[in-house]
Structures are given as C-alpha cells and as structure tokens.
C-alpha cells in the first residue's frame, strides 16, 4: 500500500496559503479520482481502491504532521511514502521530486522525519521566499501569481497520477520535474 500526504494546516484561516499547497495537491488528486476525505481525529484520510493508495492530510497544524502520520500508520501498513509539501527555496513555478535528503528547515518535515524513521519521497512545490519567511508561508498567493501556482497545481496533478499509474517514483521525477524559468511563465504583473 502507498500513502501521498500532503502537509498543510487546519481551518479555512490558513486554506489557500503558500504552506497549504500540499493540502490543495491533495483536494485536487482526490476530486480528479472521485475519493472522499474522511475525518479521523488528527487527520483527513481517504482511500483509493484503483490504485491501492491512501491519500493523508494531517489537521495537527504544520509541525506536528509527524504525530498525525504516527497514529495514521498504527492502524495502516504502507510499503512508500510520498509527502507533498511547500518549499520556501525554489520558486514560484518549480517542482522537485527527491528520494532522500533532509528535511532543509521545513518544519512539518521535521515532524515527519522525528515520527517515521524510514526514508521517504518528497514533492516539492515552490513558492519562493518573501523578507520574512513566517509570514510569507501563511500568506496567500498574489493576484498576479494565481495563473503559474494554478499551472504548477495541475502539473503535480498530472505527475501524482503517473505516479499512482506507474509505481515508480524516479520516472515521475525525470519527466514532471520543473524549471519555472523554461517550463512555464508567470503572467504580465509579476516583478
């Protein structure tokens, strides 16, 4: 069995923030695949028949997510884990794909990484980084930036579903990894 989580924060004060795009990627992954979250304490879960996957958002806000994946998987076994979450050091527009590594700074992967000591994949989505990163993180996107984060939604879209199909992870890597500089552009607006 998989599991994708999506890291993210509870209520709707946070929905839509550069930090909640994990939780976005997954919203969308589980309308695209007609799956319904149910709420557990601590989490959101939903299963996929087809592709014998779990989809996971945890509500325990952004650095605790570990503790939510702890108590998911006292009850599911799962074989890979696939973590979707935001990264303040690649752009707008970027999309990386990593099978190891650390968790560089990201606090809801420190959670993770404190609570299940496996290795794990990690998807990347950019949202640049603003003068202060706290509150960069809890903004939401610009007006002018909408059009690239909505191509970059559907592009991890299109990759999570290869990914579901395929099994295999670096494939998925080498084909949807992005530049945002040759790979998409941001509409007339951005600076």
């Known amino acids: 069995m998989r599991l994708i989580c999506g890291l993210g924060n509870p209520t709707s004060e946070y929905a839509h923030t550069r930090h909640n795009v994990g939780f976005d990627i997954l919203d969308l992954l589980a309308h695209e695949l007609h799956a319904e979250f149910r709420y557990t304490a ?3 879960s939903a ?25 998911f998987l006292h009850y599911h076994d799962v074989r ?8 303040l050091d690649l752009p707008l ?20 990484e404190a609570h299940y000591p496996h290795p794990f994949y990690k998807v990347k989505i950019g949202i640049g980084r603003g003068v202060d990163a706290h509150t960069h993180v809890l903004e939401r996107f610009q007006s002018h930036e909408e059009p690239l984060k909505q191509q970059v939604l559907a592009h991890t879209l299109e990759a999570l579903c290869f990914y579901l199909e395929s099994d295999d992870f670096a494939r998925m890597q080498n084909r949807f990894t992005l530049n945002p500089h040759k790979s ?8």
């Open 42 to 44: 601590n989490y959101q």
């Open 47 to 71: 299963f996929l028949v087809q592709y014998s996957c779990y989809l996971l958002k945890p509500t325990t806000y952004m650095n605790a997510s570990g503790e939510a994946l702890e108590m």
């Open 80 to 87: 890979a884990l696939v973590v979707v979450h935001d990264d």
């Open 93 to 112: 527009g970027a999309l990386r794909f990593k099978q190891k590594g650390g968790h560089g700074g990201h606090n809801g992967l420190k959670s993770i």
């Open 184 to 191: 998409l552009r941001c509409d007339s607006g951005s600076s």
